[in-house]
């Protein structure tokens, strides 16, 4: 039996994510991602054995796209250490291009963690090396001297990817923008005074 394409897995998982983004993850359905994705349910199964299995795959292209166009590719710039924070900052919640579609990620993360143990550990695993990251760019900064000294890593970095993990949430539950705009304006500022 010939494998179907790649490109047929790409529209699944694309699909899939628009669609648990937007309804959620037991809202979605396999029949609205087959109907959306123009697949046939034996395509998915091919790539996929079940619902859970193409949200893990959902969870991990989200996660490549942000670390690879949104908030997390500007940790790995040669930018000042705090200027990496804020440009991060700025683009979370960001939109990124899974495959041939712009997605909007905001809050997926919040939302499929809270529905599955599963997710919920995956992204438990994401955020701490993500911590981990935040943590190593301010020791660097420290060390080099472009971050006062005295600022402790650990707390400035579990501070920053706590704010940005409530801050998705909440935006999340009421929706309005002033609440993360106020906690970008926020969180900058604190960041820039820790500016050597």
Request: hydrophobic share 40%; glycine share 8%; proline share 3%.
């Amino acid at each position: 039996m010939p494998r179907p394409r790649s490109d047929a897995r790409i529209r699944l998982v694309q699909t899939a994510l628009r669609l648990f983004a937007s309804r959620g993850y037991y809202n979605t359905s396999i029949d609205d991602v087959l109907a959306e994705s123009g697949c046939t349910r034996g395509i998915l199964y091919y790539y996929f054995s079940s619902k859970e299995e193409l949200g893990y795959a959902a969870i991990d292209e989200w996660l490549k796209a942000v670390v690879e166009q949104g908030a997390g590719s500007h940790l790995s710039t040669n930018e000042h250490p705090i200027d990496r924070l804020i440009s991060a900052l700025y683009d979370l919640p960001s939109v990124v291009k899974v495959g041939t579609e712009d997605v909007v990620t905001s809050g997926i993360a919040a939302r499929m963690g809270a529905v599955h143990e599963g997710f919920r550990q995956r992204m438990e695993r994401v955020t701490e090396a993500l911590t981990e990251q935040v943590e190593e760019i301010v020791r660097a900064g420290v060390t080099d001297g472009q971050i006062r000294h005295g600022v402790d890593p650990d707390q400035v970095a579990h501070m920053f990817v706590t704010m940005g993990m409530g801050i998705q949430y909440t935006s999340q539950l009421m929706r309005r923008e002033a609440i993360w705009e106020d906690a970008q304006r926020w969180l900058k500022e604190y960041l820039n005074s820790l500016r050597k």
